[in-house]
């Protein structure tokens, strides 16, 4: 059973920092794409910063600079470190995998909630 599960959600308010954790198992995470996608009510997800198996990083423009992936192998868990948060991040915050060996093997988490608000 493939769990992505997803947390360090939070209130925050503008220019402040937030760091969301996504713990994986039932899967080889190393053979894995990851990625932070986000959405906001009524709208479709938008890809927010994605990390490969192999390394390689990408961002959304509206976050370059801001917001960091990464990836720890041995611990099966994808992080994003989001500083100078600005209220249009508020959104769900969901984890994304992709495997690089079986292209029809995709997941979702459940989301954990960020809000930027005074």
């Known amino acids: 059973q493939v769990q992505l599960v997803e947390s360090g959600g939070d209130l925050v308010q503008p220019g402040g920092s937030l760091r969301l954790s996504c713990a994986t198992s039932?899967?080889?995470?190393?053979?894995?794409?990851m990625a932070w996608y986000r959405r906001e009510p009524g709208k479709q997800r938008e890809l927010v910063a994605a990390?490969?198996?192999?390394?390689?990083?990408n961002y959304a423009d509206s976050v370059k600079g801001r917001f960091t992936i990464s990836r720890d192998n041995a611990k099966n868990t994808v992080y994003l470190q989001m500083n100078s948060l600005k209220p249009e991040d508020t959104a769900v915050y969901l984890c994304?995998?992709?495997?690089?060996?079986?292209?029809?093997?995709?997941?979702w988490g459940q989301g954990t909630q960020v809000t930027v608000s005074s």
């Open positions: 990390v490969a198996a192999s390394g390689s990083t």
């Open positions: 039932g899967l080889v995470f190393s053979t894995y794409d």
């Open positions: 994304y995998a992709r495997s690089q060996l079986v292209s029809r093997a995709v997941y």
